[in-house]
């Protein structure tokens, strides 16, 4: 018989890291589990977005400004929904929402918190450009009841897990609980994510630079010096680097992840913290970069080391190559 490849289901992955700790209630494992069913709801969705005419938009904007497609308001729904019951989290908090999420009544609070963006990148749907679904997770700060804004404020080094799904050319659930990072591909046909990025590893050095280059202008001088010497000519140093940018965090992330180099949001004259969110794009994304052996920072310290003040606030942040992130510190630090 020839040799079947190694199938390892995502739901079959976690019950085995949850048999890792003998400790564990099988909560974790639940959130985990229901973060999966919310996954393919979302893709079923977003997979024939252009063909049931969800698209348009709603009138509805966002804490942020963006006008809301109705995808984000489907994606939004469908992961508070399959999230709201299991017993596992004790409140949640979402990009669309500008306030924190309650459990229902009828429904036990349980021990985690779950902040997410259902869907970043949701102004490229049209174009059918790679979109993605980003969450965070923390174990509660207050001890019983309903969760509040508190449990929801924790700096990113308390996560226990985070990770992204990314809805390209294929599917992909990547996430981490603290134990490196793994990645599940999509099989469509049998509605299973099986493993297929095990533990991932970022190179410790890249060749790839990743920002909207559109607003330099607006940049910090040694932002400015920081693109400019990527982009010279120096064979002993691996330059010129090579620009690429989807605009979507999630698909500039997961690229950065799996080539290296740096992906980055800077601040500017007209936005000093930048365009990104902290607690559900920020410090998700450098959790998983960190825990594959790459540096975040926000230009002077790791993300994870951000204490928030509010739900929706902004960060610079670069994430990538340890080699790379240095560096660009080191610009911006006026150090180079
Ligand atoms: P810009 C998408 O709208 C998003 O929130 C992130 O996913 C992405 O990295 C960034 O904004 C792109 O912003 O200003 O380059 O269009």
Same mark, same amino acid.
């Given at each position: ?13 976690? #019950? ?30 977003v997979?024939?977005a252009g063909?049931?005419?969800?698209l348009?938009? &709603? ?12 995808l ?21 908090? %979402? ?24 869907l970043d990148g949701s102004s490229n749907i049209d174009a059918n450009i790679t979109i993605g679904?980003?969450? %965070? ?29 990314i809805y390209g050319s ?18 469509? %046909? ?21 920002? #909207?280059?559109? #607003? ?28 690429r940018y989807i605009g979507t965090m999630v698909g500039d992330?997961?690229r &950065? ?42 230009? &002077? ?19 990538? %190559? ?15």
């Open positions: 018989m020839s040799a079947l490849p190694k199938f390892m289901t995502l739901e079959r992955f976690i #019950n085995e890291q949850e048999m890792m700790h003998p400790g564990a209630t099988g909560e974790f494992s639940g959130l985990l589990h229901d973060l999966s069913l919310a996954a393919k709801l979302v893709w079923r969705e997979s024939k063909l049931v005419n969800i348009g938009t &709603t009138d509805r904007m966002n804490v942020s400004g963006d006008v809301v497609k109705k984000d308001e489907f994606a939004d729904e469908t992961i508070y929904k399959a999230m709201d019951h299991g017993g596992h989290v004790c409140v949640m908090a %979402s990009e669309e929402n500008e306030d924190i999420l309650q459990i229902p009544d009828q429904y036990t609070a349980g021990k985690y918190v779950l902040l997410y963006d259902p679904s980003i969450f %965070s997770v923390f174990k509660r700060a207050t001890t019983t009841g309903k969760g509040t804004l508190q449990d929801c404020l924790q700096p990113g080094y308390k996560q226990v897990a985070a990770g992204y799904i294929s599917t992909i659930f990547v996430y981490s609980t603290g134990h490196g990072v793994h990645g599940f591909t999509l099989d469509p %046909s049998v509605g299973e994510f099986l493993l297929s990025h095990e533990d991932i590893r970022i190179p410790v050095k890249g060749k790839i630079y990743s920002l #909207n280059e559109g #607003n330099f202008c607006n940049w910090e001088s040694g932002m400015q010096r920081y693109i400019q010497y990527l982009k010279e000519q120096d064979k002993a140093t691996d330059r010129p680097y090579s620009l992330s997961h &950065t992840l799996l080539y290296g180099g740096i992906f980055a949001y800077p601040g500017d004259k007209k936005n000093p913290q930048g365009k990104l969110r902290l607690m559900y794009e920020c410090n998700p994304m450098a959790f998983i970069i960190e825990q594959a052996g790459g540096r975040s920072s926000d230009g &002077t310290k790791s993300v994870l080391q951000v204490q928030p003040a509010s739900l929706h606030q902004h960060t610079p942040v670069f994430l990538g %190559s340890t080699e790379d992130v240095k560096m660009c510190e080191e610009f911006l630090q006026g150090k180079r």
